[in-house]
Structure formats: C-alpha cells, structure tokens
C-alpha cells in the first residue's frame, strides 16, 4: 500500500460516515464519531427520530464484550415498547460498510464495529496526529463556529501550600489533580491560566519574623529556605506556648503584674506588634517578608517543575489588598449582606437563603473586632479581583473537600452581592483524605521528603530484579520518576472525594494498577520499536488489513476510545476517568505480546504489527502526560 494510501482510506471513511454533520462531530480526528454518524444516519432513516435525539443516545458500552457502541432504546422516546421498536427496525436494517447487524438485548440495541474499517480509521489517525491524538482545540473555542472568536478562558487554582508551614496531603493532592485539569484544559483548547494562591500572610510572619531574628540563619536560608523557616516557626511557636504556660501559672500564684508583663512583652506581642508593621506598610518588615515568600516560591518552582507543573502566577493571601477588603465589607454591609455584631462584621446566611441550606452556612465573621480581614473575606476580594484582572469563562478551586462550607460561603456571598455572572462561572474541585500519610523516618512535612522517600522506595524495589537493573542507565533519575508516577497514579486512581491509605509498597510495585505498571508498559513500547528498527515509511505503508487477530483488532477497539475517553473526561474532570482506561487498555496490550510477535515475522506483517504497537504507544503516551507523568523510553 502507498504511503498515502491509509489517507485515501480514511477520506472514503469520512464519506460513509460523516453524512451529516453533528454540533460535536469530529470525524477527522475522532474515530468514533464516523460510527456515531453513520449509525444515526441508519437509524434515522429506518425510525424518522430526530437525527440530533439519536446521535447523542448513543453512549459507550461498560467493556468490548458488550459491544463498542449502545443504544437504550427508551432514550428516543419514541412510543412503543423498546424491544419491540428494536425488532422491527432490524427489519429494515441495511447492509453497512462500518457495522455489524445489531441484535436487540432486552431495551438495549448494542453495536460492534466491522474491524477493517475501524482499524484504517483509528491506525493512520493516531500516527498522524501523535501528541494531538485525543486532544480536540474545539472545546474551548469561544463559538465553534468561528475560531475567530478565540479561546474560552480557564482558570485554575490549585497546590496553594502555606509558606513556613508543612506541605500536607491536602496540598499534594491539590496540585496533582489541578495539574492535570489544567492539562485537560490545554488539551481542550482553553487558555488556560494557572494560579497558586499561597497561604503567605497573617500573624505567622510576624512570628517567623521574630524567629529569624533570634534563630536565624542566613546560609541555611540560602540552602533550604522551607525547612530552615519552618524549623524557626516551630521553635518560636513552642517559646509562644511556654511563655503563655508560665503567664498563666504566674497568675494563678497572684503575681498578676509579672504574669502582666509577660503578655505585653512577650514573644507573641512581638509578633503581634511586627505583622502590624507588615499591614501598614513598613518598608523594611515587609523586606524580609518579602525575602522568605521569594526563596520559599524558587525553591517550589523546582518541585512542581519534577511534576511536570508550571504555574503562570503566584498569587496569595498577601497580595489582597486591604483597601479592596474594606470597599467589599462595605458594599456587603449597604446591600444588607454583612451586619454587625458584637463589634465585629458577620453574614448570617440564614437571612437570605431560606430553609436548611441557609442555616447549612452557618454565621461566619468577614471581619474581625480589631478590624482585620479574614480569609473568607480575602477569598472574596480575590474573586472579584480574578474577574477584573482576567475575565475568565471559568474558574475552577481544587481545594480539599474539608472547605467545602468555606467554599460554599465565599460564592454565596459573592452570589449575594450581585455578581451573579460570576458566581455562575466558578466551580469547587473538591477531595477527600489521604490517611497515614508519613515517610519512613517520621510524618511528612513537605512534598520534597515525600518525593525523596518514595524515589529511594522505588529505588529498593527496582534493585530487587538485579538483571533489569543492571540494564538501567542512570537508575537514580528513573527511580526519580517512577516514584513520583507512583505517587500520583495512587492519588487518582480512585474518585476525587474519596479518601485513599497513602500505601509505598502497593503504589511502587510493577504488578497491579500502578504508576510503575504504566511505565514499564510504556517502555516496553519503546524498546519493542527500537528493536523492530523500522522507519517511519516502512510503518506508514504498511497494510493494516493483516491485523486481523482477536488481539489486535480488541487493541484497536479500544485505541478507537482515545478521543472519546478526553471527551468524558471534560465532563467527569475526574483523574480516574483517563487512568481506568489507560489500564483497561495496557492490560489488552500486555496480553497481546505474544500473540502479535514482530521480530522474526515476514516483513509486512512487521510493519502492520509496528503501527498497530506505534498508536498504542501514541495513547499511552498522550494519556501519562495528560495525567502529569513524564513517560520512560527505556525499560
Ligand atoms: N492555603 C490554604 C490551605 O492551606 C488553601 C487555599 C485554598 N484556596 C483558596 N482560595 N482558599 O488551607
């Protein structure tokens, strides 16, 4: 076959398929649309239903056993019963290039596809396409039918760690998912921009100031800012405690005034006293403020870059100003949102939202007695801030789901305020714990010591097998990655909400569904094309009409997904979603090994084997990327 002979295949595909056209029907670079297209064509001929009613009734089938395509028959409403419906348009169903004749199943009218056809549409696509393959720019196209238009706009708020405090499982889990939302956005077409909103103000820093001071360090700094002030923070923190400890018995002794002076001397009024520095502007407390946020960022910067995650702006509690806080504590108390009590500002919910949901959130305070901002309140003005600075399409916060009433509050009050454009774009990303979360020398503090730890973990298990290890290059680096692959296959294999045991063994180990499993599978790819040695022409024009094995027409089935599973993806915005699949699909390539063999085959069974084994690992590694992984090319 001619090199370009897999297009002209195609393009007669495209022909029977794409009959008509659908809103979301991308024939072109979406396999499974042509079968969408033209079985709707089929249908509706044969039913007269609404062309549109059809094509979106047909939805995937749970496993390839039941078929690569079903209807429920009930979901075109057309009067009758079901089975009987199915029955008689069998009657007049038509000999078709693409499917096979369907047979009704209860409700149900399962489809199989012809395999020949599906494998010319799926093989070539993905080959050509690569890194595209699945992505679909169209998403996030402001009007699909004019690009002119531009790009819908997409912002996402994630990792958003506190600065001189411990990186907890709430923060790994945050950026991991938001990593890999911003990456399905991209893929979608958004503009995407991502925000890291750090935890980086409040009488903490005036703590730490103090810490600095007495603690301080300037080399150690310079090393290992996030240790180094979170070492200082918890020795002042522990003075804090101690001198209260002792105010307080002094007071209990009746020596009032030396318990007295303890208080307005001690270590936290000082603290107290250098925050108010901070907040009103000193040049030179604000200097050294400024000196630990910018090495405790550089030093993130390299972490997140390990995960494959670059963010567009570090934002953060601090950079709220307090002059956007007052005019929106105002605003809230003229339209009757926000009232006073006991001398601070509160938003009894229960005033305006009626019934349970009201009373659901609660009485929070936007400002406190003193006067100072809260970080509901900073999460307001921030919000309206966004849409001032950005003019987003949508914003989506992954933040645990233990903020989900904070959450909840902030857009209400939002809402209330009159901003109900706005309200109506902005989404909570939530999830749930991961429990027993420690390295083996202690708990964890920051996301470094977990990375470490489980990069030597990996390090162990890989040594384990000494002739593969031997083999490996530069084990350090892949230990490197394949721990981290560890670590966050673990955090999405299950649904968001969920909580998860953070478990070292089961996560690191080859076998089961894990980061390790998908790197290997991915590497076996590699090594199987370097071995093969073909060229790119020689795999361009092989004849795709041998692959007619059980395995590999079920592997290509399955590629034919790809696109598909991206497009669920948008609407489940589940990690999940791509990794269940990304299994379902290895697992069908690693039982095909030895029934589709290459080396030794006549040379152009090779070559259609190659492209068959090159689109898999195009999927493969389309998908590990989407989900934040850096894919291994050797094994
Ligand atoms: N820094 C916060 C924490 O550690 C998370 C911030 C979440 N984002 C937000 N907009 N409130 O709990």
Redesign the pocket.
């Known amino acids: 076959m001619a090199a370009n002979a897999a297009d002209d295949q195609l393009s007669a595909l495209l022909q029977l398929g794409s009959l008509d056209e659908y809103p979301n029907c991308y024939p072109e670079i979406n396999p499974q649309d042509i079968y969408r297209a033209h079985i709707t064509s089929i249908l509706h001929k044969i039913s007269g239903v609404d062309k549109t009613i059809i094509y979106n009734a047909l939805q995937w089938t749970a496993s390839l056993d039941k078929g690569d395509m079903i209807l429920a028959i009930p979901a075109l409403r057309v009067k009758g019963k079901p089975s009987e419906l199915g029955e008689k348009w069998l009657e007049s169903w038509p000999e078709s290039p693409l499917v096979e004749k369907p047979v009704v199943n209860g409700t149900f009218m399962p489809f199989f596809f012809k395999p020949s056809p599906l494998t010319q549409a799926t093989i070539p696509t993905a080959r050509k396409l690569g890194r595209e393959f699945g992505a679909n720019k169209a998403n996030g196209l402001k009007d699909r039918a004019d690009p002119s238009k531009g790009k819908k706009r997409m912002l996402v ?1 994630f990792s ?3 600065i001189a405090k411990p990186f907890h499982a ?2 790994l889990r945050s950026t991991i998912i938001g990593g890999f939302l911003s990456n399905l956005y991209t893929v979608a077409g958004w503009d995407v921009v991502r925000i890291n ?1 750090l ?1 980086d103000w409040g009488k903490q820093y005036g703590i730490l100031a103090v810490g600095f001071e007495r603690y301080g360090n300037e080399e150690a700094l310079a090393r290992d800012p996030i240790n180094h002030l979170f070492e200082i923070y918890v020795k002042v923190n522990k003075e804090i405690a101690e001198e209260k400890e002792k105010s307080e018995s002094l007071q209990k002794d009746g020596k009032t005034e030396e318990a007295q002076s303890i208080i307005e001397n001690g270590t936290d009024e000082q603290a107290r006293r250098y925050f108010k520095l901070m907040v009103d502007g000193d040049e030179k407390a604000l200097a050294l403020w400024k000196r630990f946020r910018e090495l405790s960022i550089d030093r993130y910067k390299e972490t997140y870059n390990r995960l494959n995650i670059q963010f567009d702006e570090y934002s953060g509690e601090s950079q709220v100003s307090e002059e956007a806080m007052d005019a929106a504590a105002k605003e809230m108390l003229e339209k009757g949102i926000a009232e006073e009590s006991q001398g601070a500002l509160i938003v009894d919910f229960s005033k305006h939202v009626s019934g349970k949901a009201g009373k659901a959130l609660e009485k929070p305070i936007i400002r406190r007695k003193d006067g100072t901002a809260l ?1 509901l309140t900073r ?1 307001i003005s921030e919000l309206l801030n966004r849409e001032q600075k950005y003019h987003f399409d949508q914003m989506i ?1 992954v ?1 645990a789901s233990q ?1 989900n009433l904070h959450v909840k509050q902030f857009f209400k009050i939002v809402e209330l305020m009159g901003h109900k454009d706005i309200a109506a774009k902005v989404q909570h990303i939530n999830f749930g714990l991961v429990l027993g979360m420690s390295t083996r020398k202690g708990t964890v503090k920051f996301l470094d010591d977990i990375l470490r730890d489980v990069g030597d973990y990996m390090h162990d298990v890989m040594r384990k097998n000494q002739d593969k290890y031997q083999q490996v290059e530069n084990p350090d680096a892949v230990a490197d990655i394949l721990g981290i692959s560890a670590v966050m296959c673990q955090d999405m294999t299950g649904k968001r909400i969920n909580n998860y045991e953070f478990d070292m063994a089961v996560m690191t180990s080859f076998e089961g569904d894990t980061g390790p499993y998908l790197q290997y599978a991915h590497a076996r790819l590699c090594s199987i094309t370097r071995k093969a040695g073909l060229s790119e022409e020689d795999i361009a024009s092989a004849d795709l009409s041998l692959l007619t094995e059980a395995h590999a027409v079920n592997l290509v089935r399955v590629l034919s997904q790809w696109p598909d599973v991206v497009q669920n993806t948008l609407r489940t915005l589940e990690p999940t979603t791509v990794l269940t699949y990304l299994f379902k699909m290895t697992h069908i390539l690693s039982s095909s090994y030895d029934h589709l063999r290459i080396v030794g085959q006549e040379s152009e069974l090779m070559k259609a084997r190659m492209a068959l084994y090159d689109a898999a690992r195009i999927v493969l590694s389309n998908g590990m990327r989407l989900l934040g992984l850096t894919p291994v090319e050797s094994d």
Request: glycine fraction near 16%.
């Open positions: 708020e958003s760690p506190n709430g923060h909103y935890g970080y999460d916060y933040i903020q």
